[in-house]
């Protein structure tokens, strides 16, 4: 009973507060839209809907959180400051899972639930798809990390890729391999559209150098024994592996090179740049070479970032979180410009793109809707950690 | 690397996988030999043995008496045990209720506890690859020119061991017999007094049992598991029992080593690589079966029904 009774005196004393407050002010000033009970701000005329697509499941999941949290990090910073034309920005996501089928569900499903513009695309293969379905529908979509080249082909001028193109990644691979004094290279891939893009182009360009590719080899999605492959690696005399591929794959190809004794360098690409890969591979991940793009951890501008991102998520930003922030600032920025939600408003604000600094840079586009400047760093595995190489 | 060494190394890694697929085929060859069911759900079981024997890893800390090679060995024992088990309670919850129905039922219901385990299994671990660390290092020897860690030696010697216990066990035991006259016919092992369904629990436990012994060997050697690595070994290990003469289990051994030699070796030869090695392993197997159709070791067999 004395419990009650307690409760009974809280709540009178807390009504009568609120009556105090309200009388004292004058009705004329009452926000339009009263806020949700519990929360402050500033008050909205309405929301705008921004659409998320990263997969949430499978494989590539992992990549993904990292991705939506990013994301929707800049949503609280905009809606903080006032949101976007007075509406309160809100999103939704669909998880494209890295599979191609799954990717146009997920993109069907944003454009049916009316996204003003969309925000996403780790996996090239399952970016692909969608571009026409935003296309059609005139969704501009900022796409913060799949990068192959032929998103660019294919591209129907809705799709912004704000993540260097995969020839700027394989002109930093070769370079390295330069740096490093080799002249025999050995690729591998994974057989999707991302991985053997990457490990065409640095073919090209290493042999355009003058250069050997002496080994240029594939494994199979879920395969686990690459034992055959890493002797003939050996055996073809390579003195540097490059992986393109993730790291799941990535680690076991690594953890089975060392154990079959190959000794030569090794390099992964940027879908390997997961930590996971280092904490999978062990000891035989140290010393291993990445080509990443513009991971946080290694940027003078995104401290901040880092620490908000950390304080909000209790955990610290992925690797590609850094690009998807950019993103969603950037586009913040063209509808806020655009001063619409209408799509061609905000496609033309985006094409004019010059300039717009960022974590990883400054942002201007090409003709093909890709960046002018390359933005890839190169890293090595020192203690289960990745650090910067140069 | 000289033309021997290339080919003895590559005989050796192509040992080592077909070992793996044989381990695996022995689990889909019993059961097909003694019920006809294609267990669909027995490459998601060795998925299953692989996250369990790291989770006993884990919970002894990696060691048993301080020693990291007695831990793996107490937890293969427990895994064994603890999946066997499983694959009997699979056996009969979902299978023996439907003995007596047409086999395309049966078949179905395996397919239904496959995505059961291999789902379950990605919402515990989040779908997330997990590390598998034995903290057995690379060491090892030289065997002629062909470098061999311990971990790959005693892989090899264990799987080699455990076939060679079941053949044995099929061959020379009392339960053996029972279940090679279950293969034969149902109704006559009944009229001679053998406890049918407790012979074909028997069989999925040591099925299950072989296949848990496989999937913490993969965790040991490849250093990492996933919710979906059964599905490409499980394939091949299907096709490797089909090749040797499906029910037949020297035949499940056999056509386990020659799949794995088979992609070694056309992963090594000029042309064809890792890109064309599948293609160039099932185009021999296809081969096989149009000159050989009961497989390798299999006899033709006249319908009993």
Known sequence: ?390 | MSFQEIFLQQLFNGLLLGSFYGLVALGYSMVYGIIKLLNFAHADIYMVGGFISLAILKFFGGTFLGNAWLGIVTAMILTMIIVGLLGVAIQRVAYRPMFNAPRLSILITALGVSMILYNAVMVITGGEYRAYKTGLGYGGFNMGSVYVTHTQAILIVASMALMLVLHLFITRTMYGKAMRGIALDHDTCRLMGINVNKIIALTFFTGSALAAAAGMMAGVYYGSLHFFMGFVIGIKAFTAAVIGGIGIIPGAMLGGILLGLLESFGTQIPFIGSQWKDVFSFSILILILIFKPTGLLGKKESERM
């Not at chain 1, 659409?51 to 990090?73: Q, R």
């Not at chain 1, 294919?154 to 799709?159: D, I």
């Not at chain 1, 930003?317 to 993103?327: K, T």
Request: proline residues 5%; charged residues 15%; aromatic residues 8%.
């Open chain 1, 1 to 390: 009973m004395i419990k009650k009774s307690w409760v009974l005196v809280i709540v009178i004393l807390l009504l009568s507060v609120a009556l105090v407050a309200c009388g004292s002010k004058p009705p004329a000033t009452q926000p339009p839209v009263t806020p949700a009970p519990g929360t402050e701000g500033p008050a909205f005329d309405g929301e705008l809907l921004i659409g998320i697509m990263v997969p949430t499941t499978g494989s590539e999941a992992t990549y993904g959180k990292d991705m939506e949290n990013a994301i929707n990090l800049a949503v609280e910073e905009i809606n903080a400051k006032g949101g976007l034309l007075g509406k309160k920005v809100v999103t939704t996501t669909g998880d494209d899972g890295c599979d191609p089928q799954m990717a146009s569900a997920a993109a069907s499903k944003l454009v049916s639930s009316d996204v003003v513009a969309v925000v996403g695309g780790y996996c090239s293969g399952a970016t692909l798809p969608t571009l026409k379905i935003y296309a059609d529908a005139k969704i501009p979509m900022v796409v913060p990390a799949a990068n192959s080249t032929k998103i660019a082909e294919e591209n129907q001028g809705w799709a912004f890729q704000v993540n260097s193109p995969g020839y700027h990644q394989a002109e930093k691979a070769t370079q390295w391999f330069a740096t490093l004094g080799h002249t025999k290279v050995a690729l591998v891939h994974q057989g999707d559209g991302f991985s053997e893009d990457l490990a065409n182009l640095t073919k090209a360009n290493w042999e355009d150098k003058g250069n050997q590719v002496v080994a240029y080899e594939v494994v199979n999605k879920g395969e686990q024994d690459y034992s055959a492959l890493v002797t003939k690696i050996k055996s073809s005399g390579a003195e540097v592996v490059y992986w393109t591929a993730y790291h799941a794959d990535g680690a076991l190809l690594i953890m089975q090179l060392r154990q079959g004794g190959y000794t030569g360098d090794i390099v992964v690409g940027d879908g390997s740049s997961s930590d996971q890969l280092l904490e999978i591979a062990g000891q035989a991940g140290e010393g291993v070479y990445c080509t990443s793009p513009p991971i946080v951890d290694f940027l003078p501008a995104a401290s901040s970032f880092i620490q908000n991102y950390t304080a909000k998520w209790k955990q610290s930003p992925g690797p590609y979180s850094g690009l998807s922030y950019d993103s969603a600032n950037l586009l913040f920025s063209a509808i806020e410009k655009a001063n619409s939600v209408d799509g061609d408003a905000i496609r033309a604000i985006l094409v004019d793109t010059k300039d717009f600094p960022t974590l990883s840079g400054n942002i201007t586009f090409t003709p093909e809707l890709t960046l002018v400047n390359s933005n890839f760093i190169m890293l090595k595995g020192e203690n289960g950690k990745w650090v910067l190489a140069e």
